[in-house]
């Protein structure tokens, strides 16, 4: 046996000995390097001049005009037959809404169709 296959089973062993710790150093490195990289593309991309919630816009939050025409359903609440058709009346209608679009159409990803306007 020569001196690099010593210090080879050596390095493996030792590797062996401590896989555990081995594994939670190696599952840290590889989640920081992917948090940075989310943080390359959320800045790269301009996300981040969109995001609302960052300390810095408060005051733009305040200038934002609340769509009033947008009927959404309370996430909070009692679950009983009037919600549950109260749920199912509005679902129709969006259903329905949703129906008319034609998906083969050039115009589909417009903001009318999006119902954006």
Do not use: W
Request: charged share 20%; aromatic share 8%; net charge negative.
């Amino acid at each position: 046996m020569g001196m690099d296959e010593v210090e080879q089973s050596s390095i493996i062993s030792h590797a062996k000995d401590h896989k555990l710790l081995l594994m939670v150093f190696g599952s840290i490195a590889i989640s920081t390097m992917l948090v940075m990289v989310a943080l390359a593309l959320y800045y790269s991309t301009g996300a981040s001049q969109l995001d609302l919630s960052r300390p810095g816009y408060s005051d733009l939050r305040e200038q934002v005009k609340n769509n009033d025409g947008y009927k959404a359903f309370s996430a909070s609440g009692p679950i009983d037959e009037a919600s549950l058709k109260k749920f199912d009346a509005m679902y129709t209608e969006q259903f329905n809404e949703l129906k008319t679009i034609d998906a083969f159409n050039n115009d589909v990803l417009s903001l009318k169709s999006l119902q954006l306007e």
